[in-house]
């Protein structure tokens, strides 16, 4: 039984080889890692732990809430600004609207009366039954009633009007960065994926800008392989691409190019022969097409197809 056994495995092996070579020479075998994309999420403004409401390897949504800060400090503050807010459109809508026409009425009523004193005081000093400083007095009232009674008839000054919106849009502005704050005690995904590492329990205190969860988003993978400077002329970006997997070594992936690195690695001080030039290799890039079998952290054999003309 042993004697079958070892001839089988060296024929599945020189198998496996051919077709991960193509038949021939004239193809590129690498191997690389498969990567996924992670995002590191936290909270502009840190707090207190109020909920931690997933764990760890729990497949999360793009939106779904995560963790839940204290913000009763800030929605205080919220409410604080609301009410400025509505005061300052108050204000401005005033300026805008102008004087109401009982206003200007009362102003007219006023004016109409101190003027009918100044002509009587102009009457009596005539008769010499009055002062000087008496009339004076008069006509300053008058004066002073009639341009109180002219201005509202004009209506609002540009610039009170320009005054009362610049209150208005710094309350407006404010009200804005503390509403942005609050949405901040509410961690939340910021694409689908899995959660990769949480380390957080109620009470915690999360300090501003602080990560506090990872998520791995596994429909964002790639393979990174390092192709010699001489076998370089082969790979171009788009170029589709097959690699296989060790847990699945009868099925085909596909990737295509995504990158080519634009400077070597791993390059000798001075080059003199083709065989250091073989140690010069170039960052490729590939973006894997999903498949639900790939996982990050796979070794992932890769298979550039040579040109049938090489």
Do not use: C
Not at 29 to 42: C, K, L, N, P
Not at 80 to 88: I, M
Request: aromatic residues 6%; negative net charge.
């Amino acid at each position: 039984m042993r004697r079958l056994i070892i001839p089988v495995l060296l024929l599945a092996g020189v198998f496996v080889w051919l077709v991960l070579r193509g038949g021939g020479n004239r193809d590129l075998v690498y191997s690389g890692t498969i990567e996924a994309r992670d995002a590191r999420v936290g909270s502009l403004v840190g707090g207190r732990v109020l909920e931690v409401l997933v764990e760890e390897g729990d497949s999360v949504s793009a939106g779904q809430l995560l963790v839940r800060l204290d913000g009763d400090l800030i929605a205080t503050q919220v409410k604080e600004q609301e009410a400025r807010v509505a005061q300052a459109k108050a204000a401005l809508d005033r300026v805008v609207s102008g004087p109401r026409r009982e206003q200007i009425e009362r102003a007219r009523i006023e004016w109409d009366r101190a003027e009918k004193e100044r002509k009587r005081q102009e009457s009596l000093l005539a008769q010499a039954l009055t002062s000087d400083e008496a009339y004076d007095a008069a006509a300053a009232a008058s004066n002073s009633a009639f341009q109180a009674y002219d201005e509202l008839r004009a209506g609002s000054r540009s610039e009170d009007e320009r005054q009362a919106r610049a209150v208005f849009d710094e309350a407006q502005s404010r009200l804005a960065y503390l509403q942005r704050q609050l949405a901040e005690t509410e961690v939340r995904a910021p694409a689908s994926g899995l959660v990769q590492t949480l380390d957080l329990r109620p009470g915690d205190i999360v300090l501003p800008n602080q990560g506090v969860v990872a998520i791995l988003e596994p429909d964002e993978l790639w393979v990174r392989v390092f192709v010699p400077e001489t076998r370089l002329g082969l790979v171009r970006v788009g170029q589709a691409v097959n690699f296989f997997i060790d847990t699945f070594p009868e099925r085909i992936f596909t990737a295509h190019v995504a990158s080519v690195s634009a400077r070597a690695e791993y390059t000798p001080r001075n080059v003199q022969t083709v065989e250091q030039r073989e140690d010069q290799v170039f960052a490729v890039k590939l973006d894997v097409d999903p498949a639900p079998e790939l996982k990050a952290g796979m070794t992932a054999t890769v298979r550039f197809d040579a040109p049938a003309s090489e």
